[in-house]
């Protein structure tokens, strides 16, 4: 069974910094992109970033460019997401997702439960 | 705002039909393939369709998609009250590289 259990959630202030985890299991984790969308209050979803099954490559919303850096463990099947310089616009429930394999560019079959991240002085 | 197109809201009666456009251009929608999510907010969206058309393994054959050109819909069948959600399209932008979702659609059961 696929599962993605996201943490490192929180309260933030603006400015500030967290590290989203994603740990993943039940599929072979070196086979598959993996992203991470997010849904800000009374808002839609909104696609965040994703890294290529290689981990290779990878790509921004044009919001977090320069803030957000997305990144792989292979040896602990664990997807990361380093936020810096935080904003109030951040403020979101951020999903891990599993993508399709190789670059990314497909559909997102598996999710996560997600993580609540609060920006907030 | 999304670069992909979606009405607000649809409705309508159990065991009827709905169908939901999403519209884009041909760096999205008209050179890659779409996929349909549903989602309640605060649980995991779920993929009902991927490649414009297949259906993931347990999804019921209510759920279909299409596309054409630059456009692609999610049509639902004997609708139930268990559907009412949100419904999200969403493909690859290659330009600039993004994947992108559509501002999604809330289906109402009337």
């Known amino acids: 069974e696929v599962q993605l259990v996201e943490s490192g959630g929180g309260l933030v202030q603006p400015g500030g910094s967290l590290r989203l985890s994603c740990a993943a299991s039940g599929f072979t984790f070196s086979s598959y992109a993996m992203g991470w969308v997010r849904q800000a209050p009374g808002m839609g979803l909104e696609w965040v970033s994703v890294?290529?099954?290689?981990?290779?490559?990878?790509y921004y919303t044009d919001s977090v460019k320069g803030r957000f850096t997305i990144s792989r463990d292979e040896s602990k099947n664990t997807v990361y997401l380093q936020m810096n310089s935080l904003r109030a616009e951040d403020t979101a429930v951020f999903y891990c997702a599993r993508g399709s394999r190789g670059l990314g560019s497909g559909h997102y079959e598996y999710w996560g439960q997600g993580t609540l991240v609060t920006v907030s002085s | 705002q999304s670069v992909l197109t979606q009405p607000p809201s649809v409705s309508a009666a159990p065991g009827q039909k709905v169908t939901i456009s999403c519209s884009g251009s041909?760096?999205?929608?008209?050179?890659?393939?779409v996929s349909w999510y549903q989602h309640l907010p605060g649980t995991a969206p779920k993929l009902l369709i991927y490649e414009s058309n297949k259906r993931p393994s347990g999804i019921p054959d209510r759920f279909s998609g299409s596309k054409s050109g630059t456009s692609a819909t999610l049509g639902i069948t004997g609708l139930q009250t268990g559907d009412e959600a949100d419904y999200y399209c969403?493909?690859?932008?290659?330009?600039?590289?993004?994947?992108?979702f559509g501002p999604g659609t809330k289906v109402t059961v009337l």
């Open positions: 041909s760096s999205n929608i008209g050179n890659n393939h």
């Open positions: 890294i290529s099954s290689s981990g290779r490559n990878s």
């Open positions: 969403g493909t690859w932008d290659s330009s600039p590289n993004t994947y992108v």
